[in-house]
């Protein structure tokens, strides 16, 4: 189970193609345009490794599940769904972020390393639900969300 993944820095994999399972190919394709699977499956392929790619498939389709307004009325962007503010406060590509799947991929990376970094201590076997929320309550119905996606991943290759 997911709640056992130690927080560890993400590593790039150089090997892709098919890296990435029919069942999770489904996912993909259940939660962004038929056109956008393949190439959003070559680029967690490309720029992730597998443990973090299948815990991006798992935050995507959670993020995609919830509405695109956020509880503080900030509209939220891409396959990750980051908000605005985040956009604004990093002085990331708003415009590239709609349109660049290799840009979402990027920045999804880098936005999820460091919540490792910075929640590691507190949550050390589930930092990656910073992604959403260090807030103990809102951390908490976000792994389970999570959870239930990547449980789906790994069960079925």
Not at 113 to 130: G, I, Q
């Amino acid at each position: 189970m997911i709640k056992y993944i130690l927080a560890a820095t993400l590593i790039t994999t150089s090997a892709y193609g098919d890296c990435i399972g029919k069942h999770t190919r489904r996912i993909l394709k259940l939660n962004t345009k038929a056109t956008q699977a393949d190439d959003l499956a070559a680029e967690l392929c490309k720029q992730l490794s597998p443990l973090h790619r299948d815990i991006a498939i798992a935050i995507m389709a959670t993020e995609t599940g919830i509405k695109q307004i956020n509880s503080r009325n900030d509209k939220d962007i891409g396959f990750f769904q980051i908000s605005i503010r985040e956009v604004v406060s990093r002085g990331l590509s708003q415009q590239l972020l709609e349109s660049s799947i290799p840009y979402q991929v990027g920045v999804f990376k880098q936005m999820l390393k460091e919540k490792l970094v910075m929640c590691a201590k507190r949550y050390p076997f589930t930092a990656f639900a910073c992604f959403h929320s260090a807030t103990p309550v809102y951390h908490y119905r976000y792994l389970q969300r999570v959870e239930r996606f990547y449980s789906k991943i790994k069960g079925v290759r």
